[in-house]
């Protein structure tokens, strides 16, 4: 099976201007969590998805918001990028989301803010 | 809230030889698994270990193993034989039951000395 994939691996942004990360899922897995990962804050819980319904958020701005599709395939958009915003966006995704599974990683979107 | 330490913010370990990084956790929780994660230069994040929290016996997987010591609330990885693509940064990362995320330590970079 393919792995977790995102796209696109890097983007560089400025201030003010919005953008949108993708990430398709293994193939049959219905959850799809996002990480933001930082030098200061390290790996923070974004937000996750399940079957096209936002399930749990962690404590991040309006801003951040996200997305996912009946194939799975989810999208995070940060609206007004601010220079802080700048990190490594991680998602993973699980059969169903459930506590005991593993979380399979994507490569990350490495997102730099001018 | 249930919090992750990992108190070794770099380790080094001559090649061949064993190493073991340490991971606390914070929980009140019965019901949870354990999980260390590596994530090498290239940034994908891969399993490494995982553990139930019920069961006693500690987790094997080739070269790694851990030492889950549930009453005091430890969980560390030995790499035995280490060898110089073990280096990578590792999270310890734990999920309960009742939880809406995984919560992920600041991470120990590992070194390999040839």
């Known amino acids: 099976k393919a792995g977790v994939t995102q796209t696109p691996r890097y983007l560089i942004k400025t201030r003010g201007q919005q953008v949108t990360l993708s990430c398709s899922p293994i193939?049959?897995?219905?959850?799809v969590s996002w990480y933001q990962q930082t030098p200061g804050q390290g790996l923070q819980f974004l937000f996750e998805y399940f079957s096209e319904t936002q399930r749990n958020k962690g404590n991040f701005p309006g801003r951040f918001s996200g997305r996912q599709f009946s194939n799975s395939r989810s999208e995070m958009n940060v609206s007004t990028l601010e220079l802080g915003d700048s990190a490594l966006y991680l998602c993973?995704?699980?059969?169903?989301?459930?506590?005991?599974?593993?979380?399979?990683f994507g490569p990350g979107t490495r997102l730099l803010v001018l | 809230a249930q919090t992750v330490t990992q108190s070794q913010p770099e380790m080094s370990v001559q090649e061949a030889e064993t190493v073991t990084l340490s991971c606390t956790y914070d929980?009140?929780?019965?019901?949870?698994?354990l999980f260390w994660y590596k994530q090498p230069p290239s940034r994908q994040m891969i399993l490494v270990i995982r553990q139930e929290a019920y069961k006693q016996q500690n987790a094997t997987e080739n070269r790694f193993s851990v030492n889950f010591q549930k009453a005091a609330k430890s969980f560390s990885l030995k790499i035995s034989d280490s060898q110089l693509g073990d280096a990578a940064m590792y999270f310890c990362?734990?999920?309960?039951?009742?939880?809406?995320?995984?919560?992920f330590g600041a991470g120990t970079r590992l070194t390999v000395k040839p």
């Open positions: 929980t009140s929780e019965s019901d949870y698994y």
């Open positions: 990362a734990y999920r309960s039951k009742g939880d809406n995320d995984m919560r």
């Open positions: 993973a995704s699980t059969l169903d989301g459930r506590y005991q599974e593993t979380q399979y």
């Open positions: 193939s049959g897995h219905r959850s």
